[in-house]
């Protein structure tokens, strides 16, 4: 069979002499041919890559080493290999927002599920806002923070991070960051960065200072009583 490409259907499409040609026209069942029809869009779905030529193709399949996208823009090395970027988004103030994250190349959001202030505090030092003066909280108001594209990270009880890390890279590997549909973009995390004093941290030394006013406070109240004793 030989078509032009511009054949509207199979059978206008030319054909050979099957009988006249038969020692070269014994195919097995391996030698089936397969197509794969697609068509390009203006728009994709959240959790899909619109590549150069228009393709839509699932952000799973970016960076992963095949060609899905037939001009090969999926994997366009500098958006592949492009550090971890991160930024909050929609909020009052630069030290608050939605956290999203720009993964091969795409920005996308955080699930809420088990991120807690240990993942706030990691992000706000990948902020620059990892000072003693920082408290790292997730934002728990009335606002409304859902984004778009897809969710890159959902955390699970057995991966979290302790609140020391450098970056969300060394709580769960970048390897395992994919749109797993689970969560919606209701879920969407957000945190604030502010400045004072975080509760929890600063408990012991809290503490700490207590006792020793009340130490202060206990001899100042012997002296005075000795005082008006001897008086």
């Known amino acids: 069979m030989e078509c032009d490409g ?4 199979i059978s206008e499409c030319r054909f050979g002499d099957h009988e ?5 026209h014994l195919c097995s069942g391996t030698e089936k041919a397969g197509v794969i029809c697609r068509k390009t869009s203006r728009a994709c779905e959240e959790f899909q890559y619109h590549c150069a030529d228009g393709e839509c193709i699932h952000v799973n399949n970016l960076c992963d ?9 999926d994997e366009d090395a500098s958006a592949c290999s492009a550090p971890l970027q991160i930024r909050l988004a929609d909020g009052e103030d630069p030290r608050s927002g939605r956290v999203e994250v720009r993964h ?12 807690g202030r240990e993942e706030a505090r990691v992000v706000c030092r990948m902020l620059g806002y990892g000072s003693a003066t920082s408290v790292a909280r997730v934002y728990n108001g009335t606002t409304d923070y859902r984004g778009s594209g ?9 991966d979290r991070c302790s609140g020391s890390e450098d970056s969300l890279e060394d709580c769960v590997s970048s390897d395992l960051w994919q749109h797993d549909h689970y969560c ?16 929890e941290e600063d408990e012991s030394e809290s503490s ?11 001899y100042r109240i012997m002296f005075f009583l000795q005082l008006w004793i001897c008086t």
């Open 6 to 9: 511009e054949e509207r259907h």
């Open 20 to 24: 006249a040609h038969a020692d070269r």
């Open 65 to 73: 080493g095949l060609h899905n996208c037939r001009d090969g823009s």
């Open 104 to 115: 091969k190349g795409v920005w996308g959001t955080v699930c809420d599920d088990h991120f």
């Open 150 to 158: 897809p969710v890159w990270i959902r955390f699970t009880a057995g």
């Open 184 to 199: 919606s973009h209701a879920e969407d995390v957000a945190v604030t960065c502010a400045l004072g004093y975080d509760d």
């Open 208 to 218: 700490s200072v207590n006792q020793t006013l009340w130490r202060v406070n206990k």
